[in-house]
């Protein structure tokens, strides 16, 4: 069965780190450009970083950029989102998702993980 799981989210003080993982079962991740996205409550699902097959390029949202990072590692299966300085604004469900470029448009990305929740709050 083709799944990803996202997983490391939770409550985090303002200022805080998270380093959440995004994981493939059932399909190779490094044949896929991995997006990486979020959704805060009443808000449309926006786009947060992008990384490339090869990680030869990576994309971060102007909201993130010099916060937050995105690597891959290919033997393991598995994107790392790390998130460091985080803000209460940074709080949503983040997801990762599949597509065969690194593109910013949401409907370019088909297999979807099923969120891993954010709160920053003191």
């Known amino acids: 069965q083709v799944q990803l799981v996202e997983s490391g989210g939770g409550l985090v003080q303002p200022g805080g780190s998270l380093r959440l993982s995004c994981a493939a079962f059932?399909?190779?991740?490094?044949?896929?450009?991995i997006g990486w996205f979020r959704q805060a409550p009443g808000k449309e699902r926006e786009v947060v970083s992008c990384i490339s097959r090869s990680e030869g390029s990576t994309y971060y949202a102007d909201s993130v950029k010099g916060r937050f990072t995105i690597s891959r590692d290919n033997t393991k299966n598995t994107v790392y989102p790390q998130m460091n300085s985080l803000k209460p604004e940074d709080t949503a469900v983040y997801y990762c998702a599949t597509a065969v470029i690194a593109t910013l448009r949401v409907d370019d990305y088909n297999y979807w993980g099923q969120g891993t929740q954010v709160t920053v709050s003191s």
């Open positions: 059932g399909f190779t991740l490094d044949y896929y450009a």
